[in-house]
């Protein structure tokens, strides 16, 4: 049984400018499905490089949102 399930996105640090991928949700079912960004509200991952935590928080529920309609921390 998973625990969360993989988000299908890859950016690029905002500190060291190495590739983040291997973002995680909990808002889906949880059974270590791939899923697309848009469907879920709340998305993480880490930076392997420098460890910068990057988290994506919907600004507003919206099925099929772009990447804008989300605040990263």
Known sequence: MGMFDYIKYEMDCPDCGSKIG???SKDGMCVLAEL?????DNFYS???CCGRRVEFNRKR???YSPISDYDMS
């Open 22 to 24: 291997g973002f995680q």
């Open 36 to 40: 697309e960004f848009w469907e879920v």
């Open 46 to 48: 880490y930076c392997k």
């Open 61 to 63: 529920p919206r099925l």
